[in-house]
């Protein structure tokens, strides 16, 4: 696995880089070697925001958390993807390093820079790559994520679509009319 971990208006020590590397690299069963992990440590007022996106073969897991204190968020955050990962291990095992779903002995979730457009109101733009993806496999990245939606590429119609998470629950997907 390859591990980046960035900061924003805070100063990650020796310690903590070493503690988020040691307790990630814990991970390294479920993924290839070429899986991509970030790691962003952000403070904001008195708050301290950690990030976790991995990625890996076309997977995506992301968590997020807050507290007071970046090394009790290394500690919340990483029970949250390994859910995740428990959630979808069914659906993931054929992506997955088969060795790790053979154990069940748990252990415990990329965002680009952001750039302000203060003129015409915009406060954040994120850039991504689209990629071809079926329905199911867009749902799957949307419940991974905090996010309330999901942009991809319909692998059936070719068409840019948008999932969504509806607030009954259950999901809806946008498709463009290009005519």
Not at 61 to 70: A, G, K, L, Y
């Amino acid at each position: 696995m390859k591990i980046e971990i960035s900061s924003k208006n805070y100063t990650v020590s020796n310690k903590l880089k070493d503690i988020i590397e040691k307790k990630i690299s814990r991970m390294d069963r479920f993924f290839s070697d070429d899986a991509d992990v970030r790691v962003v440590c952000k403070k904001e007022k008195d708050i301290c925001r950690l990030e976790l996106t991995i990625k890996d073969k076309g997977m995506l897991f992301r968590s997020e958390v807050t507290s007071d204190n970046m090394y009790q968020n290394i500690d919340m955050v990483l029970p949250k993807v390994e859910k995740q990962i428990i959630k979808y291990s069914s659906k993931l095992k054929d992506k997955m390093q088969k060795k790790a779903l053979m154990e069940k002995d748990w252990l415990f979730h990329d965002d680009e820079e952001d750039k302000i457009v203060e003129k015409i109101g915009v406060s954040k733009i994120k850039k991504f790559d689209i990629v071809p993806l079926s329905v199911e496999d867009a749902q799957m990245y949307l419940e991974n994520s905090d996010h309330t939606f999901y942009i991809y590429l319909n692998n059936e119609t070719h068409k840019v679509n948008i999932m969504y998470r509806r607030s009954a629950g259950d999901f809806g997907i946008i498709e463009p009319n290009y005519d």
